[in-house]
């Protein structure tokens, strides 16, 4: 039989099945961001990568806003338009499912932009970054979630992704560009625990009731790898944080 490979997408939605927030981070450091950025009912967002639209959604009923969310996995599309219609502000948001890097967006559109922990989506975060500064109106808000080396200084016999990762200054330095970073929000090995073990009680349910599966073998690999990487590197190795900036 041929062997089959499990799509990044279907995995991604079993692993994070029972996530409500998808990356390291909690709904009270997210309510700060959301006061960080001063948003109120006039103004319009962008969500690069917005998963299961927590974020928007959340910007929605507390503040009023306007928003649009990019997100390439199905699942997480569906979830997220209906998250906003249970919470009643469906229609200020609007889902586009598909690959951020092939949806067209005008210039200096957006008064905010945010990307929580998917760079990825645009290619990493020198483009995405990119990407933010053009759609997004002079003295807008922008804010990114992404990963950081914690040591300067880190052994030959590291990953080659680790290695090429900034410190935490050197993220700083390149998201705020010409202005002060005005909010930092770092995540806590809690946080990070509290985020990664979740995926593996999903994928442990996921593997109960799908033993039959044409991917069974190939998920579980995947999520060993996942597991491995986690305990191994990223957890001692790897922070992240989500740092907030004025646009030039």
Not at 22 to 45: E, F, G, Y
Not at 129 to 141: D, F, H, N
Not at 201 to 215: G, I, L, N, T, V
Request: hydrophobic share 40%; aromatic share 6%; glycine share 6%.
């Amino acid at each position: 039989m041929e062997h089959c490979v499990m799509h990044f997408t279907r995995f991604w939605s079993i692993v994070e099945a029972t996530h409500t927030i998808q990356n390291p981070t909690s709904p009270q450091k997210l309510d700060r961001l959301i006061d960080t950025l001063q948003l109120n009912a006039n103004h319009t967002v962008l969500d690069i990568g917005c998963g299961k639209g927590y974020l928007l959604t959340r910007m929605a009923e507390r503040c009023g806003i306007t928003g649009t969310g990019i997100e390439i996995n199905p699942w997480f599309c569906n979830d997220a338009r209906q998250r906003s219609q249970r919470a009643g502000v469906d229609q200020r948001i609007t889902i586009i499912e598909s690959d951020a890097r092939d949806v067209v967006l005008p210039e200096h559109q957006f008064d905010a932009a945010v990307c929580i922990g998917a760079t990825f989506a645009l290619g990493g975060l020198l483009p995405c970054l990119a990407t933010m500064r053009r759609v997004v109106k002079p003295g807008g808000m922008i804010a990114i979630g992404d990963v950081f080396r914690k040591q300067n200084q880190l052994s030959a016999d590291m990953s080659p992704h680790l290695q090429a990762l900034p410190t935490m200054p050197e993220l700083i330095d390149t998201i705020r560009g010409n202005h002060e970073a005005i909010e930092c929000i770092a995540a806590n090995l809690d946080d990070w625990d509290a985020y990664e073990s979740r995926k593996w009680r999903a994928a442990q349910a996921w593997k109960a009731r799908h033993h039959d599966d044409p991917e069974y073998a190939d998920f579980c690999q995947m999520v060993d790898d996942m597991r491995r990487e986690y305990l191994i590197e990223e957890r001692p190795h790897i922070g992240w944080a989500i740092i907030a900036t004025i646009n030039e």
